[in-house]
């Protein structure tokens, strides 16, 4: 069955640099665009970015636009994240999420991860 | 941005009992183009992550049960538990996906009364 794991997550000091992976199971990751999103604890969910099917295009929330860098590798069917300039305001539960459709990049999402916790703190 | 505004904030429910809650964007998420309502519904029980139960505001994801539905169009939208079952304990979630950034409301909690 389709499954997503997340991994990288830990304590980080706010103005460092922290990297997220996805890795994917269970369907043709090539055919799929993916996103990040992200939930502060006891907040809502927050959309953080989406990359398309081969890696070429990408939109990011104003929030990260500029820090966070999302890439994937689709020889290891790996999604990645890169964080930088970490902020105490990223700090959330960061889920990676499949497309739905096998288009270059579906807004819409349906298979979540379980998600890893980022925490910025000094 | 599409700002997707959710009420009420929680609601207690009887079992058995018929639960329904809304959602407002702040324009409309239906395309001119194939006259669909880019709106879907997600619930997120303790602990766990998101599960994706409507699209298109008103398609049921395979599996969900038929007691979950959704209704509305342009901008105001409504979910509907027919009959409040334990297990759909959680907090309900709209997300428009008509265009980026996507955005979601902020939630409905719906509890056992």
């Known amino acids: 069955q389709v499954q997503l794991a997340e991994s990288g997550g830990g304590v980080v000091q706010p103005g460092r640099s922290l990297r997220l992976s996805c890795a994917a199971s269970?369907?043709?990751?090539?055919?799929?665009?993916m996103h990040w999103f992200r939930q502060a604890p006891g907040k809502g969910l927050e959309w953080v970015a989406v990359?398309?099917?081969?890696?070429?295009?990408?939109y990011y929330a104003d929030s990260v636009q500029g820090r966070f860098t999302i890439s994937r590798d689709n020889y290891k069917n790996t999604l990645y994240l890169e964080m930088s300039s970490l902020r105490t305001e990223d700090t959330a539960v960061y889920y990676c999420?499949?497309?739905?459709?096998?288009?270059?990049?579906?807004?819409?999402?349906?298979?979540w991860g379980q998600g890893t916790m980022v925490t910025v703190s000094s | 941005d599409i700002v997707m505004t959710q009420s009420p904030d929680s609601l207690a429910v009887s079992l058995g009992e018929r639960a329904a809650f809304n959602c407002k964007s702040s324009?409309?998420?239906?395309?001119?183009?194939?006259?669909?309502?880019?709106l879907a519904w997600f619930r997120q029980k303790p602990g766990q992550p998101p599960k994706m139960l409507i699209y298109?505001?008103?398609t049921r994801e395979s599996g969900v049960p038929d007691r979950f539905s959704g209704s509305g169009s342009g901008t105001d939208f409504t979910l509907t538990i027919s009959s409040l079952q334990a297990e759909d304990v959680a907090v309900y979630y709209c997300?428009?996906?008509?265009?980026?950034?996507?955005?979601f409301g902020g939630g409905t909690k719906v509890e056992i009364k």
């Open positions: 324009q409309s998420v239906l395309s001119s183009s194939n006259n669909k309502n880019y």
């Open positions: 298109w505001a008103s």
């Open positions: 999420a499949k497309g739905y459709w096998s288009d270059p990049m579906s807004f819409l999402v349906d298979i």
């Open positions: 997300q428009q996906y008509y265009t980026h950034p996507l955005t």
């Open positions: 990359i398309s099917y081969d890696g070429y295009s990408a």
């Open positions: 269970g369907f043709t990751f090539i055919n799929y665009g």
